[in-house]
């Protein structure tokens, strides 16, 4: 599995670069050519159709960092848009999808392109559907805890609204600036606070979406459910390729009233896991959980004596009634203890909370340097293991590169492990193949300790060529619901391992010859 997901990743990736040029001339040309603008004007207004290329030029790729390395070169991975479209309602999005249908355009829905796994580039000049317009909140209902919301509402105003209201929906990624509701949930995304709120999947209740044919789902906002299994999974992750999201609605809770932190240092990464493992598993309530290796401690605790002999830290934040907050603190205090964890200032944390939804990325892009994260999931048994191959085998092939790695996601089962990965400045000719390396000897260890391939950045594109080591026997499960929905492959066609349209760039082409 290892040597097939990195001959995938690597073939793939450097075709994909050494066929730019041609994708380029491509860009726009065969869809303007039919010129179905005008068919969308009379649907959703001329000024809210894009066609010039400048315009169209800014929906070629998301934040996939692969996809930023050969943007420094001039480089596309894909297309352009042919279009862009921006409807503003659920029926303007029906119609447009009925009459993409009727024309044969394939499309592909739009957040704001904070993803990183290359979910919105098109491989065909498909329609991008930017979903922004749709960006109020549409009730509030206090009494249910339930908040119905636009799909294309900016992230961050749509939590600030609900402050505003005495509430929070708990849902708080680094990308809470630059990403949307209907983005959260497309990509089956996780929050910083997701210890205590959930990742998205059990924030979300219901929703309205679109379907290929350009029918209206709505799964009605309810407790829970026993009829058949659950629609809401299977549309919550969908990544953009069984339908378009247009309304969600989701849990909401009150502010907390009270607040407790705690920064440990410990003496390695096993006792700080173990710290995670028994605070979930004691059914605690954490607000923020994060744990991090040495290196990432110590860019974070300079001049605190404490880490001196312990050089692993741990950051515990309880919240919410200030009795319960009170009791869950002595709780932890004592499993801190029985870790041989020292308590310290709580300045590292209260610096990390300033700088919460900042990304380093671009600084590193900037210098020439080669950074990515990759955040998988892993049984509490298996992840210490799975650090020490990981960071052993990248030591071995990439002497010079940066690994290190954090854990804020955990569960009474196991936890997540979210890990960089940076190259130094190099060649691209010799960076891509590394980089293609280091992906596959996370993943495949990943895998090979029997763990999941993502956490909540979601699939896209870039992880296309593991989809299958992922779920077995379930992705033909997948490959078949997707050809029954959208048998015209019109959805947001080769993304999350399913079959690019014909003609379009097959980021898969080869992967058979690969698998033997
Ligand atoms: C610096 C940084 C930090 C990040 N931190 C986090 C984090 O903490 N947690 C986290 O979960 N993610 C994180 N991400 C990843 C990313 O922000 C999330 O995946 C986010 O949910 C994507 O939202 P978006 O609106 O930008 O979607 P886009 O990037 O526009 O789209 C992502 C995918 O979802 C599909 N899609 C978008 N909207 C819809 C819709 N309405 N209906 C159907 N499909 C749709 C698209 O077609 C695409 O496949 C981070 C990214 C960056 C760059």
Redesign the pocket.
């Known amino acids: 599995m290892q040597q097939i997901c990195s001959n995938a990743v690597e073939q793939t990736f450097a075709q994909i670069g050494n066929r730019v040029d041609r994708f380029e001339l491509w860009g726009g040309s065969t869809v303007t050519k039919l010129d179905p603008g005008a068919e969308f004007s009379a649907l959703i207004g001329e000024e809210n159709v894009l066609t010039d290329e400048a315009a169209r030029s800014g929906y070629a790729h998301?934040?996939l960092p692969y996809a930023n390395f050969r943007a420094r070169e001039g480089a596309l991975v894909g297309t352009l848009p042919g279009l862009v479209l921006r409807p503003k309602t659920t029926e303007e999005v029906a119609a447009v999808v009925r009459k993409a249908g009727e024309l044969d355009l394939p499309l592909?829905?739009?957040?704001?392109?904070?993803?990183?796994l290359g979910?919105?580039i098109p491989l065909g000049n498909e329609l991008m559907l930017d979903?922004r317009r749709m960006n109020r909140i549409l009730e509030l209902d206090r009494e249910n805890h339930l908040v119905t919301v636009e799909?294309?509402m900016h992230g961050e105003d749509f939590e600030d609204a609900l402050n505003a209201q005495g509430f929070t929906c708990g849902h708080l990624?680094?990308?809470l600036t630059?990403?949307?509701v209907?983005?959260?949930a497309?990509?089956r995304?996780?929050?910083?606070e997701s210890s205590r709120y959930g990742k998205i999947e059990n924030i979300v209740v219901g929703l309205k979406?679109i379907l290929p044919d350009g029918e209206v789902l709505d799964i009605r906002p309810l407790p829970k459910r026993a009829s058949g299994p659950s629609i809401l999974d299977l549309i919550v992750g969908?990544?953009?390729t069984l339908?378009?999201?247009?309304q969600l609605t989701m849990r909401i809770w009150t502010l907390p009233e009270a607040e407790e932190k705690i920064v440990l240092a410990l003496p390695d990464r096993e006792a700080a896991l173990n710290l995670g493992r028994k605070i979930m598993q004691a059914g605690l309530h954490p607000r923020i959980v994060r744990l991090y290796d040495e290196k990432e401690t110590a860019g974070r605790t300079e001049g605190i004596a404490a880490f001196g002999d312990r050089p692993v830290m741990a950051n515990i934040v309880l919240c919410g009634e200030a009795a319960i907050v009170a009791a869950e603190a002595v709780i932890v205090r004592e499993f801190a203890a029985s870790v041989d964890a020292v308590e310290t200032e709580t300045r590292p944390f209260d610096e990390w909370r300033k700088s919460r939804y900042v990304?380093i990325?671009k600084q590193w892009l900037e210098k020439g340097y080669y950074n990515d994260t990759i955040e998988v999931t892993v049984n509490w048994t298996k992840a210490t293991s799975l650090y020490d191959t990981i960071a052993a085998r990248i030591a071995q092939v990439a002497p010079d590169a940066h690994f290190s790695a954090h854990w804020s996601h955990v569960y009474p089962e196991g936890v997540c492990q979210y890990m960089t990965i940076r190259l130094p400045p190099m060649d691209q000719a010799k960076a891509l193949p590394l980089h293609a390396e280091l992906w596959e000897i996370a993943t495949g260890e990943t895998l090979a300790h029997g763990g999941s391939i993502a956490h909540?950045?979601?699939s896209?594109l870039f992880r296309g060529p593991w989809m299958d080591g992922e779920h077995g026997a379930g992705m033909e499960v997948l490959r078949r619901i997707k050809a029954a929905i959208d048998p015209q492959n019109l959805f947001?066609p080769g993304?999350l391992g399913f079959p690019p349209r014909p003609n379009a760039i097959d980021p898969y082409r080869d992967r058979s010859t690969h698998e033997q």
């Open positions: 998301d934040r592909i829905p739009y957040g704001r392109g904070s993803g990183v979910g919105i979903v799909a294309g990624p680094q990308s630059i990403s949307t209907g983005g959260w497309a990509c995304g996780g929050g910083q979406a969908n990544e953009g339908a378009v999201i247009t990304s990325t909540h950045h979601g896209g947001n993304k």
